[in-house]
């Protein structure tokens, strides 16, 4: 009789941060930090992102907006996630942001072309963990898309 074997993996986020900090590493830039064009703050914000997983990340959105109202999102009705999961929740305004995207993948050369705009996000919202010291009973782990209006939305990762 064979053996089975289940595996489970799991994706380590980075180092010791937690699933809210990520977030917050990856997605919240308030104030945006000043660059000449979209493209050089792509270039400068991804390669600290980059830094931290060791390769070119394809696709990031940056949000300008305060954490607290990034927050306050999370107390939106409940949306389905583009994971069929149902803790995702759409901000309630258009929002700033800034789409990175992928143009020359050479870790840790990476290149990027930046895009502003404008912009509803949708987030994932889970719980605080004991480490992420937080009064609030939900905190971000996830910018799942964002749209500018009520049409098809685009996805992030």
């Not at 590493?25 to 930090?33: I, M, S």
């Amino acid at each position: 009789m064979g053996k089975v074997f289940i595996v489970f993996y799991f994706y380590v986020i980075v180092d010791s941060m937690f699933s809210s900090q990520w977030f917050n590493k990856q997605h919240v830039q308030h104030p945006k930090t000043k660059a000449s064009n979209d493209d050089i703050y792509c270039n400068n914000e991804m390669r600290q992102i980059n830094n931290y997983t060791h390769r070119c990340k394809s696709f990031n959105t940056f949000l300008d907006y305060m954490l607290e109202d990034i927050i306050n999102a999370c107390f939106t009705p409940n949306i389905t996630c583009k994971n069929l999961q149902k803790n995702c929740h759409k901000s309630t305004l258009k929002v700033p942001i800034t789409n990175c995207v992928l143009t020359s993948d050479h870790y840790p050369n990476c290149r990027y072309h930046g895009i502003s705009k404008m912009a509803f996000f949708v987030i994932a919202c889970n719980p605080p963990l004991l480490a992420d010291h937080s009064k609030s009973k939900l905190l971000p782990v996830h910018l799942d898309s964002s749209t500018e209006g009520p049409g098809p939305i685009l996805l992030s990762s």
